[in-house]
């Protein structure tokens, strides 16, 4: 018993320790939101998401690619295959080669991928001092917290406490760990103008792009959740009807 007393008390030692350890690290936990999709009955509130697209695609495009969603993938956030073939009909894609050997240049269709913003990883460097803007596709499931993460980085910069050193290029942002990134703050007030009316605050704008990226990360989401709860639902009735066989077997024994 003694022994048992001695370990519980080590663990709760350990686990404090590591308590301290992350709140006095260079990295802020990040804040935590209230999300459509948490929980057994989350879902991705699709116009959040459709905002978030627009987000995506008027800033965040222009330095990180999404190349595992195809322009297809979007009519599962609402949007009509119209709108999607339009979309895609203002990307040029690379393609080839044809008959003659050479690769070339076409416009966009449904089936296609986004196309990323920079040729390949060293020309997106040698754009940001070394670092590089990475693929947002599975990002939210990249990170711990993934959402809370991104939310309080978007909406987390600020200037920079004496004793936090700055190099060229680089920003402060105290959720970021070591405090100082390559990203200029992306977002401010009204950069988009939402077609739906909601005001385009940095505080909305942050919300939406991680509600499209969760969605991004992990299409199929509602899906299993839904299974979760059939499964469940079926298991109570399984459950009830051997409860009954049971009883009615035993009667008889008796
Ligand atoms: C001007 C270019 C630029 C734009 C626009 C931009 N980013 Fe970035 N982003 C970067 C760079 C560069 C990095 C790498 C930072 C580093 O490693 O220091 C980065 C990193 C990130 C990271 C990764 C942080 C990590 O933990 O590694 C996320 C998430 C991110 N950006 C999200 C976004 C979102 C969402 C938008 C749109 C709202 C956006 N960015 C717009 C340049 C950009």
Partial sequence: MKKLHLLFAASVVALTAGGYAFANSDQMPPRKIEWHFDGVFGRVDKQAAQRGFQVYKEVCSACHGLSRIAFRNLTEIGFSEAEVKALAATYQVKDGPNDAGDMFERPGIASDYFVPPFANEQAARAAYNGAYPPDLSLMIKARPDGANYVYSLLTGYG?????????????????????ALAMPAPLSDDQVTYSDGTKATVDQMSRDVVTFLQWAAEPEMEARKQMGIKVLIYLAIFTAFMYVAKRNIWKKIH
């Fill in 159 to 179: 200037t920079a406490p004496a004793g936090v050193h700055l190099s060229d290029g680089q920003y402060y942002n105290p959720y970021f760990p070591g405090g």
